[in-house]
């Protein structure tokens, strides 16, 4: 049977399975390598934009593990770069100071800028030598605005905190604003409280004044707008007009078939896999759907549907029901919609 064709296709000649099975290899659905506008992405980069636009500062979006948050923290990072292109901007990923270590958020924050710090331990030259940086950078694009992201914020210790809190006051003095968002566990709210309870009040003013949750999928209505994404707003090859959904069931496609058709379906398996009472973790739901993608990749024909037995091959292959028995509690327990 020949499969379907296209006339945007015709570059790649995507409907000929030969040509398409080399592509497979490097296809972001294979490599996990591909970010889709799921609703809790935008409405992320809507609060984050808010605050950039406003130059406020101290917003803190958290989750548990694998609920999506370093995707969203590089693709946020990435369109205020698109969107303020006067602004420095950086992303680092925080992890704990070792014993002893001078300037450890001196030197995280100037390697996220891309500079190499080697051994360096005087933490009155690291800081001279982020704010010179900073400042350079910030006069050379004209906005005067500093936008640092943070991810695993939990991972820095007050110290961290207080030299941050130290290059923020530098930096206003020079009149560069600095506008931190970062994202978190849900441990930082027991670090919050801690600060409330030592009168720390200032580090808090300046980096964890606004917490919000950051929610995985909640309901079939929202599976239906990220399934959305596999089948319409996705395409690889780049310029070949496929869609994720297409490419692995090219006739199935052309013949109407598509995943948010199925979204109810689906969502029912991943609740009973996972559990009604957690929410599900976007790591485990986009394992899902690339195993069912994948796993359906042989069986493409005109008359292909989705087929319950598939279905919770898919989400049981996700690890998701192991990973609600360790976190689950959790998980339940943060499912707060930001």
Not at 183 to 212: G, K
Not at 268 to 288: N, Q
Request: aromatic letters at 10%; a negative charge.
């Amino acid at each position: 049977m020949e499969e379907a064709t296209s006339p945007e296709s015709s570059l790649f000649n995507l409907s000929d399975v030969t040509q398409r099975t080399r592509y497979l290899e490097e296809h972001p659905i294979k490599n996990r390598e591909y970010l889709l506008p799921t609703p809790m992405l935008r409405a992320a980069y809507d609060a984050i934009k808010d605050r950039v636009w406003a130059r406020g500062t101290g917003l803190v979006f958290m989750a548990p593990p694998r609920s999506g948050k370093t995707r969203c923290a590089i693709a946020t990072m990435q369109q205020i770069c698109d969107d303020f292109p006067n602004a420095t901007v950086c992303l680092l990923t925080a992890r704990r100071a070792s014993r002893g270590a001078a300037g450890h958020i001196y030197k995280l924050i100037l390697r996220a800028l891309g500079h190499v710090t080697g051994a360096r331990t005087n933490e009155d030259l690291l800081f001279e030598n982020l704010i010179t940086d900073i400042r350079v950078q910030a006069n050379t694009k004209g906005g005067r605005q500093f936008i640092l992201f943070i991810d695993e914020l939990q991972l820095l210790n007050n110290t961290d905190l207080e030299q941050l809190f130290c290059v923020h006051n530098a930096l206003d003095l020079h009149k560069v604003r600095m506008t931190t968002v970062s994202f978190a566990q849900p441990e930082i709210v027991q670090r919050r409280t801690a600060l409330m309870a030592s009168n720390d009040r200032q580090i808090i003013a300046r980096f964890l004044a606004e917490m919000r949750s950051f929610h995985t999928c909640l309901s079939s209505a929202e599976l239906f707008v990220i399934l959305e994404g596999y089948d319409e707003k996705s395409e690889y090859p780049e310029g070949s007009g496929w869609s994720y959904t297409r490419f692995f069931l090219p006739l199935a496609f052309a013949a109407g078939f598509r995943l948010s058709a199925h979204s109810q379906l689906i969502w029912k398996y991943l609740k009973a896999v996972g559990g009604d009472e957690y929410p599900v973790p976007m790591e485990h739901l986009c394992l899902s759907i690339e195993n069912l993608l994948m796993m359906s990749w042989a069986e493409d024909s005109s008359s292909f549907t989705l087929t319950e037995e598939n279905v919770k091959a898919a989400v049981e292959s996700s690890g998701l029901r192991n990973f609600n028995q360790i976190f689950g509690d959790d998980d339940a327990s943060d499912n707060k919609q930001i």
